[in-house]
């Protein structure tokens, strides 16, 4: 690679971020059919693609360099940093946004993991909270969490590529275990489905949450 693309190349650091942040994902997750392993499988890709270019070879800039003419001098491998024009500002912007999202987007993932656990513990259907929000808030966190990582804050070719297909694979596996809910609770998950969003709550869901505090809608 060219050696004015300034690049860390810290292998080790890039397994590291992939182990940790696949284990957080599996340990919530935890797939179990195999339209789960497929779209699990996705996400992985998404995380080991950006983290091998976050921490090892940028290869998004790399290939922008080479094959469109884009002035290596000084690039850095952040693909904001070298096209915004304003450096290292550039990536500090993107960062900060970037990780605001990535927290966000956890927090909500593990909150509404938590919520479902505890309705499945007391064989209750999940509506209230996040729930109460969207219908799926574990693949809403999900998303917001990938966009700001892989989008935001350290857009690659694969991750912006992947992000798409990763939304396209959990939209359909929502709606097989919808299928699996309504068999099980019939027409209160239907009247429920009629009422909350799937994975973006409308300003009416916003009203009662607020209303209530986050609390029952």
């Known amino acids: 690679m060219d050696g004015q693309i300034a690049h860390s190349g810290a292998w080790g650091l890039a397994l590291i971020m992939i182990v940790v942040a696949s ?27 950006l983290y091998a270019e976050m921490y090892g070879f940028p290869l998004t800039i790399y290939l922008l360099a080479r094959f469109t003419g884009l002035d290596r001098t000084g690039l850095n491998a952040n ?10 500002t550039g990536m500090l912007i993107s960062m900060l946004l970037g990780y605001a999202m990535l927290f966000a987007g956890i927090g909500i993932f593990i909150q509404g993991w938590r919520e479902l656990y505890l309705a499945h513990q007391y064989g209750q259907l999940a509506t209230t909270k ?14 917001i969490a990938l966009f700001g990582e892989g989008v935001v804050h350290w857009p690659t070719i694969f991750s912006v590529a992947l ?9 359909l596996l929502a709606r097989r275990e919808e299928q699996v809910v309504e068999e099980r ?6 009247a429920y489905r ?4 799937m994975f973006i709550p409308g ?5 009662a949450f607020i209303q209530r505090g986050g609390g029952q809608l």
């Open 23 to 49: 284990w957080i994902f599996y340990r919530y997750m935890a797939p179990s059919t195999w339209r789960e392993w497929a779209s699990a499988g996705t996400v992985q890709a998404f995380i080991i693609a």
């Open 79 to 88: 693909l904001w940093s070298s096209l915004v024009g304003i450096g290292e």
């Open 130 to 143: 996040l729930y109460g929000l969207v219908r799926h808030p574990q693949y809403t966190g999900l998303f």
């Open 163 to 171: 992000f798409p297909l990763i939304v396209a694979a959990y939209t």
């Open 185 to 190: 609770f019939g027409e209160a998950y239907r």
């Open 194 to 197: 009629q009422q909350v969003p």
């Open 203 to 207: 300003k009416d869901q916003w009203k």
